[in-house]
């Protein structure tokens, strides 16, 4: 209840009473729509069916089908050794928008009977076909997963599985929740949060219908492709319910970044984005005018703070109908982005999806006669409310929509926008009570083959944002398109970055915001961030301190809130937060070349920028659920302070051999220790053996971690580009060893992106007696100022 009141104030304060009071309207217009249309959702009755005895089984190409009785048929198919489709038919298809890859090389299957069961295998996996549709699947001899066969009642169904002793589950996307789900019950409905939201809500704006469960015993990764709504429980077993769509499911055998790597195979990769979108965003909802903007851009120049972007919110519309700009407030948008990029600053424009009901307004009346927006069962235009007041909704499903739509991009990036922020696509419409969203009913193109908002709502931002990536590819082909969104489905990761939402300020927050973007990367969505401070409070100078800390080494990085709340610049809460803040910001520019170089692993095979900190020893138990700490990449351990007052830490040091990365002492790992964090430090780690390609001042300074005693090799990738656009790269590989007590670096470099002339080394761990490059011997010392690219450097003791 307190909820409630404490939103709806925050309604009344964002967008007035009158607005506030039409909620109350578009709520009931909702529920009145619902009960009048007939749903393509059946309602469970009281007789589930199930699929019967196994009748017969059958080879295929790459699996096997299975014919039972009640007509049902179960076709399995290997699309690589470890990852298996499996279908239930007869069910409708799955819609087309999460899987993008078709073709597969053979994989060697085998059929064999045993018993009155089947064995299907791989030579990496085997899942056994029991005569009642239960299906087992098996490494080796463990077996990971025992799932009963689906039930079906009306238009849902649901299954059980069972789950290993201990598993932790991981992923569903974005969730206000530990990093391990287990236990716990999580919804499949992206939800706007109606203005904040704090742990515990679920669902949020972006789920996912996938999920790790990884254990010392076995690990695999489940993706159910149904977009309906649904709800997935972990307790002893894992229970998934879909209230409608097709059995159609994959399995991926795998510890975490094995199977990421196969499912983002299968749903396709994030593409680099441009470098600017990898530094600092400032943004806020209230930006009044260019004036106001142009101070902002002064106010980081005069305290010396590094800006990369500058987002402008919804204020800078016409009454907030999109593709539009309130000239009064600003006059000239062309010239302000010119002025920006010369400081080398970037602008991003925010987009909702809702137009404005206006005779007068051309896209509105444009996508009227292209027929370009949702419509209910009865042919009418389906109405929402979002700011402009009421509103219709492009279909995003339907391909002429999202050409059409595409084109009005041309509006923001021929004014010199850079990059677009997608929000408001739940989508949201603004309600006083149930689902702040369109009417179940509504129906939608889905690439001609029709369906209902049941099927295409978590489509919605999704389709969105295949719009909006393919009017920057076609409107700007040199240039890589750059997208953020609210609300996105599986596969989301081709086109656009995720944020977080309007998360509540709070020390409570911050520590939710931090697994939230652990599992948002593990759901296979690497770039999201949250807002510094929070959305819809204003954090106190030490909140935002340790909030901005932890964010500069977060994938997205953006200052932003609502404007109920006071202004939030780092200049705003003087001294020594603005010294903190630009330390963070010097921070996150040093490092760079390693954020980029992250991803480019991750446009390669999926893996997120920021990961859990297991990830570097994926086998410890005591790991699985630490989700106070990060790796950014597998160099850095990153340990943000979460707690108000608190100046030192509980951090757990994962084995292997540490450097604090500020201090430079050394650490062997595989013990809890406690660190110290004065409010000017983010206590951060580097793993021995690693060399982090930085920058300083313009020039390239490869760090190099030396092995304390550890023999053996490590791999550090140093990857680079124009930063912008698809021509030349280059991938530099370091292997890094210590041989006798000698330090060995050997650098092989792929590709014709030209490496600077001339870089610096710094060398961590050893005290440099002599050093040879390429068999040279140059003027020993830590710091190796200004030489030029090697094939080796050896590194003797003094
Ligand atoms: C939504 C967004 C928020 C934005 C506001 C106004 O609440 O989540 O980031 O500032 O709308 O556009």
Avoid at 315 to 340: I, N, S
């Amino acid at each position: 209840m307190l909820d409630y009141i404490e939103k709806t104030l925050f309604a009344v304060r964002s967008v007035g009473l009158r607005m506030t009071l039409r909620t109350v309207w578009n709520s009931w217009r909702r529920m009145r729509l619902e009960k009048n249309y007939p749903s393509s959702v059946v309602p469970p009755s009281a007789q589930p069916r199930h699929p019967g005895e196994l009748l017969s089984a059958q080879a295929t190409q790459r699996g096997a089908h299975f014919q039972f009785d009640e007509s049902f048929k179960l076709e399995i198919e290997f699309l690589t050794p470890v990852m298996a489709r499996i279908s239930w038919q007869p069910s409708p298809p799955p819609t087309p928008y999460a899987v993008v890859r078709q073709e597969w090389p053979e994989v060697a299957v085998t059929l064999e009977e045993q018993g009155d069961s089947w064995l299907l295998s791989s030579p990496a996996l085997t899942i056994k076909v029991h005569p009642c549709g239960t299906l087992e699947y098996l490494a080796g001899d463990q077996s990971l997963r025992i799932e009963t066969p689906p039930q079906l009642d009306g238009s849902s169904w649901q299954q059980s599985a069972s789950l290993l002793d201990g598993a932790s589950i991981y992923g569903l996307g974005e969730r206000a929740a530990p990093l391990n789900l287990r236990p716990g019950n999580y919804g499949l409905w992206n939800t706007e949060q109606s203005g904040s939201y704090r742990f515990g809500a679920d669902p949020l704006y972006m789920t996912a219908p996938v999920y790790h469960a990884h254990s010392q015993k076995g690990s695999c990764f489940l993706f159910y492709d149904n977009s309906y709504d649904g709800e997935i429980e972990f307790g002893e077993q894992a229970r998934v319910q879909f209230i409608g769509g097709g059995i159609h499911y994959y399995f991926i055998l795998g510890a975490p970044e094995q199977a990421l790597a196969q499912y983002t195979q299968l749903t396709g990769r994030p593409p680099m984005p441009p470098r600017w979108a990898l530094g600092f965003h400032q943004s806020r909802w209230g930006y009044a005018s260019e004036q106001d903007i142009r101070q902002v851009v002064d106010g980081f120049k005069q305290h010396d703070l590094p800006l990369d972007v500058v987002h402008m919110d919804i204020d800078y519309m016409d009454g907030f109908r999109v593709f539009t700009l309130d000239q009064q407030r600003y006059p000239d948008l062309k010239k302000m982005a010119d002025d920006l990029h010369e400081q080398g600053i970037r602008l991003v424009t925010i987009i909702d999806p809702g137009v404005k009901i206006d005779d007068g307004y051309d896209v509105y009346q444009e996508g009227m006669a292209q027929q370009a927006f949702c419509k209910l069962p009865d042919g009418k235009t389906a109405v929402g409310l979002v700011w402009p007041g009421w509103s219709v909704f492009p279909d995003f499903t339907k391909p002429a929509t999202r050409t059409w739509w595409g084109q009005y991009y041309a509006r923001l990036l021929d004014q010199g926008v850079d990059g677009i922020w997608h929000d408001m696509n739940e989508p949201a419409s603004m309600s006083a009570f149930g689902d702040p969203t369109m009417p179940r009913p509504m129906r939608h193109d889905i690439e001609g083959r029709g369906g209902d908002h049941e099927e295409g709502h978590n489509l919605y931002g999704l389709t969105m944002a295949l719009a909006g990536f393919e009017a920057q590819q076609q409107l700007r082909p040199e240039r890589r398109p750059w997208l953020l969104t609210r609300s996105g489905w599986a596969g989301m990761q081709r086109y656009t970055w995720l944020w977080s939402g309007d998360v509540g300020t709070g020390w409570d927050t911050l520590r939710m915001t931090l697994s939230l973007i652990l599992g948002t990367g593990m759901s296979g969505v690497p770039y999201i961030g949250s807002d510094i401070g929070g959305f819809t409070g204003h954090a106190d100078s030490e909140l935002f301190t340790r909030w901005f800390q932890m964010s500069a080494l977060m994938p997205f990085f953006r200052n932003h809130a609502a404007r109920t709340t006071p202004r939030s610049e780092p200049w705003v809460y003087g001294e020594p937060t603005i010294s903190i803040c630009r330390r963070y910001l010097q921070l996150r520019q040093q490092l760079m070349p390693y954020i980029y170089s992250l991803s480019w692993q991750a446009s390669q095979s999926g893996v997120p920028l920021v990961r859990p900190v297991f990830w570097v020893e994926p086998d410890n138990a005591e790991l699985f659920k630490v989700d106070d700490s990060f790796m950014l990449g597998d160099g850095l351990l990153v340990t943000p302070v979460l707690e108000e007052g608190a100046m030192e830490r509980q951090i757990i040091l994962p084995k292997g051999e540490w450097f604090d990365f500020w201090s430079e002492e050394k650490y062997i790992g595989g013990q809890q220790m406690s660190v110290s964090a004065a409010l000017d430090t983010l206590p951060m780690f580097v793993r021995a053996g690693s060399l982090l390609p930085m920058s300083q001042d313009g020039r390239i300074v490869l760090h190099v971690y030396s092995p304390l005693q550890g023999e053996g090799s490590h791999t550090s990738q140093w990857y680079d580009d124009a930063g912008d656009g698809y021509e030349e790269h280059q991938l530099s590989q370091f292997a890094v060893s210590r041989r006798q007590g000698a330090l060995q670096v050997d650098w092989t470099v792929d590709g014709q992106f030209p490496l600077p002339e001339k870089l610096d080394v710094v060398i961590h761990g050893v005290e440099p007696g002599k050093v040879l490059l390429d068999g040279e011997e140059v003027q020993p010392g830590s710091h190796l100022r200004s030489i030029e690219p090697f094939n080796q450097m050896l590194v003797y003791p003094g």
